[in-house]
């Protein structure tokens, strides 16, 4: 065999050595990032709002949230949720129906609330998740702190938890602005509280 047919062939497997070489390090990143899977039973998007003679709990009760990435590498984490405006409970049928009406969230209109990342890092022993929250046709940039928990829960799989809280304006996304009621007694601030369980 001649000189330049075996470096053709040494040239040839190395192609092919290296090529190999990507796909196996793409399928093994790839597998690193694959998304979390979400605890929906555990999970929770709850908010208190207080009013001049008593706070008022409620709770959005139809929500997908998707975190993708490392979470031991905050700079890889993905996060995206959806939340179902409708799905608002209060425990009170008649004010969740004025809360869902054009006066407050009008979710005929706008029927979601999104969030969506754009930064994960590490502050102190939490997580700072920062994105854009979309809510009643006005999206801002937010910063939610998480706190971060792991270990096995009743059933013995292995979870991590992620606690937040968020306190917004009300008034920055329109909800409730022109509302007489709310002007009477709705304070302006609104605190959110999310806990999201993952099957690690």
Same mark, same amino acid.
């Given at each position: 065999?001649?000189?330049?047919?075996?470096?053709?062939? =040494?040239?040839?497997?190395? /192609?092919?050595?290296?090529?190999?070489?990507? #796909?196996?390090?793409?399928?093994? /990143?790839?597998?690193?990032?694959? %998304?979390?899977? #979400?605890?929906? !039973?555990?999970?929770?998007?709850?908010?208190?709002?207080?009013? !001049?003679?008593?706070?008022? &709990?409620?709770?959005?009760?139809?929500?997908?949230?998707?975190?993708?990435?490392?979470? +031991?590498? %905050?700079?890889?984490?993905? !996060?995206?949720?959806?939340?179902?405006?409708?799905?608002?409970?209060?425990?009170?049928?008649?004010?969740?129906?004025?809360?869902? +009406?054009?006066?407050?969230? &009008?979710?005929?209109?706008?029927?979601?609330? =999104?969030? /969506?990342?754009?930064?994960?890092?590490?502050?102190?022993?939490?997580?700072?998740?920062?994105?854009?929250?979309?809510?009643?046709?006005?999206?801002?940039?937010?910063?939610?702190?998480?706190? !971060?928990? =792991?270990?096995?829960?009743?059933?013995?799989?292995?979870?991590?938890?992620?606690?937040?809280?968020?306190?917004?304006? =009300?008034?920055?996304?329109?909800?409730?602005?022109?509302?007489?009621? /709310?002007?009477? +007694?709705?304070?302006?601030?609104?605190?959110?509280?999310? #806990?999201?369980?993952?099957?690690?």
């Amino acid at each position: 065999m001649s000189e330049r047919k075996q470096s053709m062939k =040494r040239l040839l497997r190395n /192609a092919l050595g290296a090529a190999l070489g990507v #796909l196996w390090v793409s399928s093994t /990143a790839l597998a690193a990032f694959s %998304p979390l899977e #979400l605890d929906t !039973v555990h999970s929770k998007v709850g908010f208190t709002a207080a009013t !001049v003679l008593f706070d008022v &709990d409620g709770a959005f009760e139809k929500f997908s949230v998707s975190i993708d990435g490392d979470p +031991s590498k %905050p700079e890889t984490v993905k !996060v995206e949720a959806n939340i179902e405006v409708a799905s608002l409970n209060t425990n009170n049928g008649k004010r969740d129906k004025h809360l869902k +009406s054009p006066d407050f969230f &009008d979710a005929a209109k706008y029927p979601m609330i =999104r969030f /969506a990342s754009t930064g994960v890092k590490k502050q102190g022993g939490q997580l700072v998740v920062t994105g854009n929250l979309t809510m009643h046709g006005v999206s801002k940039l937010v910063s939610i702190p998480f706190k !971060v928990a =792991r270990g096995k829960n009743g059933a013995g799989v292995d979870t991590t938890t992620y606690k937040g809280r968020l306190t917004l304006d =009300r008034n920055d996304y329109g909800v409730g602005t022109e509302s007489i009621a /709310a002007k009477i +007694s709705l304070e302006d601030e609104v605190e959110v509280k999310l #806990l999201f369980v993952t099957f690690q």
